[in-house]
Structure formats: structure tokens, C-alpha cells
């Protein structure tokens, strides 16, 4: 099974690695950036497994460059609230 296939296994596994690029060091905005370019090959490059990955890919390529930054600072942001509870 991919972590693909589910929106909680996908949330986990980007957990897993935020945490990773932060204890290495890694800054916020290296991670930003990271983000951005996972999305942008995501929605260009895999199918989406689930509903969730279907409406990020569908914000995804309706954004402008801008709103995808924010959509990637955003998808951040919920995996470090889930890695913090």
C-alpha cells in the first residue's frame, strides 16, 4: 500500500518527514519551498489515490503561483498541528 492511498497515511508520512527536515536543521523556508515543489509535482505527475488528493489537485492547478505556495505553507502547517497533538 502507498502512502498515496490515504489521506491519513499521506498526513502521516509528511509528518514524519517535516520533522525529520526540522531536527536536520532544515529552515522554514527550505521547507516552504520543499513543499511547493512536492505539490507542484504531485498535481502534475500522480494520479490522486482518494477525494482529498483529488480536491488538492483540482485548488492546485485552479491557483495562481502565489495561492500554491499558500496551499503548500497550509498543507505544512496541518502536519505539524497533527506531529504537535
Same mark, same amino acid.
Given at each position: ?8 497515511s499521506w498526513k502521516?508520512? +509528511? /509528518?514524519? *518527514? +517535516?520533522?525529520? &527536515?526540522? #531536527?536536520?536543521?532544515? #529552515? !522554514? !523556508?527550505t521547507i516552504s !519551498?520543499? %513543499? ?5 509535482? +504531485? %498535481?502534475? #505527475?500522480?494520479? &490522486?489515490?482518494?477525494?482529498?488528493? /483529488?480536491? +488538492? *489537485?483540482?485548488?492546485?492547478? /485552479? ?6 505556495? &499558500?496551499?503548500?505553507? #497550509?498543507?505544512v502547517k496541518l502536519?505539524?498541528?497533527? &506531529?504537535?497533538?
Amino acid at each position: 500500500m502507498s502512502v498515496l492511498d490515504n489521506f491519513d497515511s499521506w498526513k502521516h508520512f +509528511l /509528518a514524519n *518527514r +517535516l520533522e525529520q &527536515a526540522q #531536527s536536520q536543521g532544515m #529552515s !522554514q !523556508q527550505t521547507i516552504s !519551498q520543499v %513543499a511547493y515543489e512536492v505539490g507542484d509535482y +504531485l %498535481a502534475k #505527475s500522480v494520479d &490522486a489515490k482518494n477525494s482529498e488528493e /483529488a480536491v +488538492l *489537485r483540482e485548488l492546485w492547478n /485552479a491557483a495562481s503561483k502565489e495561492e500554491q505556495q &499558500a496551499i503548500a505553507n #497550509s498543507m505544512v502547517k496541518l502536519v505539524q498541528n497533527e &506531529a504537535n497533538s
